[in-house]
């Protein structure tokens, strides 16, 4: 987390991607960024937690499988934004 708390504090850097699919880190990454900079952007970087990481914070993804099937990721956000979850 003190490396990404650094990244905040350089203006030239607008947001992460965080690829861990540690939930509890990403989220306290959220909380840092939201007290400390919020239009700061962190983004998933694993498929497997991407709504897990939306309902953190994340703003979006950048995956593999986004570049495959886009089509089924926008589908996963426009549900998610309607929150419609089934």
């Known amino acids: 987390?003190?490396?990404y708390t650094k990244l905040l504090e350089e203006d030239r850097i607008i947001g992460?991607?965080?690829?861990?699919?540690?939930?509890?880190?990403?989220a306290h990454l959220?909380?840092?960024?939201?007290q400390r900079r919020p239009e700061f952007s962190v983004l998933s970087g694993?498929?497997?937690?991407?709504?897990?990481?939306?309902?953190a914070g994340c703003v979006g993804?950048?995956?593999?499988?986004?570049?495959?099937?886009?089509?089924i990721n926008a589908e996963i956000y426009k549900r998610f934004n309607k929150r419609k979850y089934s």
């Open 1 to 3: 987390i003190k490396s």
């Open 16 to 26: 992460i991607k965080d690829s861990s699919a540690h939930m509890k880190r990403i």
């Open 30 to 34: 959220i909380d840092i960024k939201n």
């Open 46 to 55: 694993t498929d497997d937690c991407l709504v897990p990481a939306l309902t």
């Open 61 to 71: 993804s950048m995956t593999a499988f986004s570049t495959i099937l886009p089509e």
